[in-house]
């Protein structure tokens, strides 16, 4: 059962390691915690705000994946211009500017009283 789990988890691992390496919008992603991140130390946050922006960078990144897996999926099984394919991936797109939208209304609510 142990290598079963060990087994699950480096699947998963190998599949954070795809999107990295393959997905130019996941690396974006992740240059955009960076000094997000940055901030966080140089505020010194409470917990709170670790948290609200843990769970906003988090869920900006759950849906490039997402959204990278679909992208992945229509690829499998075709090359050719379809219109459930483009409604689909303009959708899952979708999904990944409104995570993001919400993750910069977050950060407003967390930053702004820093800067008055």
Not at 58 to 65: D, N, Q, R, T
């Amino acid at each position: 059962m142990i290598n079963r789990i060990g087994k699950k988890f480096n699947y998963a691992f190998k599949g954070l390691k795809i999107a990295i390496i393959t997905d130019n919008s996941f690396k974006i992603h992740f240059i955009f915690i960076l000094p997000v991140v940055a901030s966080g130390l140089y505020f010194r946050f409470g917990q709170f705000e670790w948290v609200i922006i843990t769970l906003s960078m988090g869920i900006v990144l759950i849906s490039e994946l997402f959204n990278t897996s679909i992208e992945y999926l229509v690829k499998m099984f075709t090359d050719e211009y379809h219109e459930l394919a483009e409604k689909l991936l303009d959708i899952s797109a979708g999904a990944v500017l409104m995570s993001a939208i919400l993750a910069v209304v977050m950060a407003l609510f967390i930053y702004i009283p820093y800067f008055l």
